[in-house]
């Protein structure tokens, strides 16, 4: 146990390839959208004793703070941060890291969405503890990779090189570059290579290290960042944190520092992983029935194989002769797509803004 | 216009093909499936003053009856007749014979389903008035002849032979015989011949003559019958259908009288008729948009191609990439399924008896 590490769960997502469950007030990441647990739930618990609550930060928007407060009572209410406006991941963990350091100048900071599935947990913990030497040890900027079992287009690679220096038999390489979303012929490339990694979003860092690497990398920032940081802690944060953080810039991390930095390195995770990116994912997690179909609520099928039907348990969802389709049931909308279309969903919401139906977004 | 001219109007049906929205208390017949008015009411209306209010009947189920006198408050509450149970259409028939006699020994009836879809209005009440006439001068069971379109495999067929003699121009012939929902290929070689019409389940007779019928043909309805036919009018009659009705042989009457009798002619209807039997009849009643939806409700479309969406504009129904889909939308069930599976959404029914779930039904 490092008695230094810190996780930084990252909470901004709207989830709209989940609508109409997930909503801007009640996300797909506050639902047990798998298992029983709320999605973030999980990723707290995850943690273990190896992070506990009380060292855990949660990022999320100002609007969905009192949601997620609800759904992590074993959390201190301050470890809840709201953004007044997202700001993607750069300013998020810009606001981490400051928050952090002020507690503790040799904090390190383990940055994680909050909406993945991870399995079994004990693993995580052992590579985050892993992870969590080695960014004391060498000030490495590490990434977690997932090895990638097939040609996934939706991901982001990581391209390594050779063993970090010093990473005493763990599995730890240099980065040499990113690849964000290839095309299918890449990404076979990449998997045959056996030299890329799935980037799964989490981060492993001093948080001194990365204020530096933001402060050099993320000039625009500038004042507004140093005044976020110096009010930290004091009376005047949540205003100040209000006032300065949506002239932030808006960029990634990603782009703003992991593509330029030095000594970013990549730890292979050898756990199970979902990113939990669209409906789909309910058949990867949950039971399926004989047809194929993975069903929750209360749903009559005759003769339907191979969909998703997930309804409120307050209406009947029935069904005759369908194959291959997404029907989704809340209270106020109801959902029908075939499943590969599960992207397009995202299309739905589009459209909903576009039309000013803010009760159904 | 015939002074002896009655309607009696057979509401007894369940509409299951049209579940989630028809039910039991609220079946098809009562609700403004295609058009503005109910389908009952739109029944009613078009006799026009050729069979004005005071003079039809309405045969439905005694737990219907409330329901249906609110959906036409243009007639009289003692023309809405209860039925105790379901027992076909012989007994309905015979039960309205008896009424309409008692009320005038001259009485013609004309018989007709609730929930058909027939137009223009003038050629109908045209046909009926030739119907009447010919039914008064010959004293036949009449029925009305739809020339078929195509090889509809779910409908009755009446072969019809020679001219009926005084016949005087009007296109009236005799029935050689009945074939009932006859295969495909059979069906085919009907058209072809040109000597078929498809029954559309409108009769026309002296009330007189099916009574004699009845009590020919039908010896099991006996006494039950004789006890009913006594007590229409009087301060028993109530409580003698009650008591009786439930024991009349359930038969329909094309089986028990039409297939057996003498003098069955029919007569050529040259009205546009749709016996609206399942979801699909709204394409063709209703306006279909360009990419060949038709859509009532709050809909939200995106890529969607030839599906019947029909919501309680309650709620959203958001669909993308989805083709030749039936969805249906009420406050307490959604189906799904495909337009060629019209025919099972009737399973979905029957499923839900055997699982006890009334309140669906």
């Given at each position: 146990v490092s008695e230094n590490l810190y996780a930084v769960v990252m909470a901004g997502g709207a989830g709209t390839r989940f609508w109409p469950l997930s909503r801007r007030t009640n996300p797909k990441q506050l639902q047990p959208l798998v298992g029983d647990l709320p999605l973030i739930a999980a990723t707290v618990e995850r943690l273990g004793q190896l992070v506990p609550p009380e060292k855990v930060l949660i990022i999320t928007g100002a609007d969905q703070a009192e949601a997620t407060a609800k759904v992590l009572p074993q959390l201190p209410n301050e470890n809840i941060i709201g953004e007044p406006e997202g700001r993607d991941t750069a300013a998020a963990i810009a606001l981490a890291a400051s928050i952090l350091l002020k507690r503790d100048p040799e904090a390190i900071m383990a940055v994680m969405p909050a909406d993945h599935v991870i399995s079994p947990a004990e693993v995580f913990r052992k590579t985050l503890a892993t992870a969590a030497k080695v960014a004391a040890k060498t000030d490495c900027l590490l990434l977690f990779g997932i090895k990638p079992s097939f040609a996934h287009t939706g991901l982001g690679y990581i391209h390594f090189g050779e063993d970090l220096p010093g990473s005493s038999g763990a599995p730890v390489r240099r980065v040499v570059n990113f690849t964000e979303k290839p095309d299918t012929d890449t990404a076979e490339k990449f998997i045959k290579s056996g030299e890329?990694?799935?980037n799964s979003g989490i981060f492993v860092w001093q948080a001194a290290r990365i204020i530096r690497e933001i402060e050099q990398h993320l000039p625009k920032h500038g004042k507004s960042f140093k005044r976020i940081a110096a009010a930290i802690g004091g009376a005047e944060q949540e205003s100040t944190i209000a006032r300065e953080y949506p002239k932030l810039e808006k960029i990634s991390i990603d782009y703003a520092i992991l593509e330029k930095a030095e000594d970013v390195a990549v730890l292979e995770a050898n756990y199970q992983w979902d990113d939990v990116g669209s409906w789909l994912a309910l058949?990867?997690?949950?039971?399926?029935?004989?047809?194929?179909?993975?069903?929750?609520?209360?749903?009559?099928?005759?003769?339907?194989?191979?969909?998703?039907?997930?309804?409120?348990?307050?209406?009947?969802?029935a069904t005759v002769g369908i194959k291959d389709l997404l029907v989704i049931e809340t209270d106020d909308a109801i959902m029908v797509c075939p499943k590969n279309r599960d992207q397009d969903v995202k299309k739905l919401v589009d459209e909903l803004k576009k039309r000013e139906r803010l009760e159904l977004l």
């Amino acid at each position: 146990v490092s008695e230094n590490l810190y996780a930084v769960v990252m909470a901004g997502g709207a989830g709209t390839r989940f609508w109409p469950l997930s909503r801007r007030t009640n996300p797909k990441q506050l639902q047990p959208l798998v298992g029983d647990l709320p999605l973030i739930a999980a990723t707290v618990e995850r943690l273990g004793q190896l992070v506990p609550p009380e060292k855990v930060l949660i990022i999320t928007g100002a609007d969905q703070a009192e949601a997620t407060a609800k759904v992590l009572p074993q959390l201190p209410n301050e470890n809840i941060i709201g953004e007044p406006e997202g700001r993607d991941t750069a300013a998020a963990i810009a606001l981490a890291a400051s928050i952090l350091l002020k507690r503790d100048p040799e904090a390190i900071m383990a940055v994680m969405p909050a909406d993945h599935v991870i399995s079994p947990a004990e693993v995580f913990r052992k590579t985050l503890a892993t992870a969590a030497k080695v960014a004391a040890k060498t000030d490495c900027l590490l990434l977690f990779g997932i090895k990638p079992s097939f040609a996934h287009t939706g991901l982001g690679y990581i391209h390594f090189g050779e063993d970090l220096p010093g990473s005493s038999g763990a599995p730890v390489r240099r980065v040499v570059n990113f690849t964000e979303k290839p095309d299918t012929d890449t990404a076979e490339k990449f998997i045959k290579s056996g030299e890329y990694y799935w980037n799964s979003g989490i981060f492993v860092w001093q948080a001194a290290r990365i204020i530096r690497e933001i402060e050099q990398h993320l000039p625009k920032h500038g004042k507004s960042f140093k005044r976020i940081a110096a009010a930290i802690g004091g009376a005047e944060q949540e205003s100040t944190i209000a006032r300065e953080y949506p002239k932030l810039e808006k960029i990634s991390i990603d782009y703003a520092i992991l593509e330029k930095a030095e000594d970013v390195a990549v730890l292979e995770a050898n756990y199970q992983w979902d990113d939990v990116g669209s409906w789909l994912a309910l058949e990867r997690h949950c039971p399926q029935d004989a047809h194929g179909n993975v069903a929750d609520g209360d749903i009559l099928m005759l003769d339907t194989h191979g969909c998703i039907l997930r309804g409120s348990g307050r209406r009947l969802i029935a069904t005759v002769g369908i194959k291959d389709l997404l029907v989704i049931e809340t209270d106020d909308a109801i959902m029908v797509c075939p499943k590969n279309r599960d992207q397009d969903v995202k299309k739905l919401v589009d459209e909903l803004k576009k039309r000013e139906r803010l009760e159904l977004l």
